[in-house]
């Protein structure tokens, strides 16, 4: 790649210049990067940590509308910010993102045994906003969550209790199902028939 590269003519601490009169410039975390310029690419790394995220993005977003490209890399830092929802709009197609997610596991070099020394030695929210295993990690757990959320999902796996709910046919029978209304019924059962209220050929769902 660097042998196919254009020849470079200068480098500063803040720029690269390349001879096909292309550039590379560094601009700081500041609340208006790029502001009026126009670029191919913009990448903006550790955004979630920006100071005013939102006006950064303002001034970043035209150069996307006018056929450049953005790729913006983050650690999490919790749910309810900008990076946030971005990141959903990314996963439910609702901007122009693709969603990448890297977890901790991704280095080659780290194992199973690395990653239970890091359970060991951080602060679960800092071991999840650092060493994600998924986005709901990186997302939900980090950003020192009010909440375990361990024990959340614990309860939600051991507490799930069938829903029981009835439809009414055609027939103005009641039928009483145990299950979710969204994946069928596990059981069902014939009732006494409605009162004169139900009859007729009107159908509803009533929860118990």
């Not at 939900?140 to 507490?159: L, T």
Request: charged share 25%; proline share 6%; with cysteine.
């Amino acid at each position: 790649m660097r042998e196919r590269a254009p020849e470079r003519t200068d480098k500063t601490m803040q720029r690269m210049t390349f001879a096909n009169d292309s550039l590379i410039r560094s601009e700081q975390s500041q609340n208006d990067p790029a502001r009026g310029q126009t670029a191919s690419l913009i990448i903006c790394d550790e955004f979630a940590s920006l100071e005013k995220p939102e006006e950064a993005w303002a001034a970043i977003e035209p150069v996307a509308d006018i056929g450049g490209r953005v790729m913006i890399l983050s650690t999490a830092k919790g749910s309810g910010n900008l990076f946030q929802s971005m990141w959903q709009g990314a996963t439910t197609g609702r901007n122009g993102f693709r969603p990448i997610f890297i977890p901790w596991s991704a280095v080659p070099s780290r194992d199973q045994a690395w990653f239970d020394q890091k359970v060991d030695e951080l602060l679960p929210w800092i071991r999840a906003q650092e060493y994600p295993q998924d986005p709901d990690e990186a997302f939900v757990m980090s950003g020192a969550m009010v909440f375990d959320y361990e024990a959340i999902k614990f309860q939600e796996r051991e507490n799930v209790k069938s829903a029981r709910w009835v439809r009414l046919t055609d027939e103005a029978a009641v039928i009483d199902h145990t299950g979710t209304m969204h994946d069928g019924h596990q059981s069902s059962r014939a009732v006494m028939p409605p009162t004169s209220l139900y009859k007729g050929k009107a159908k509803c769902l009533q929860p118990f």
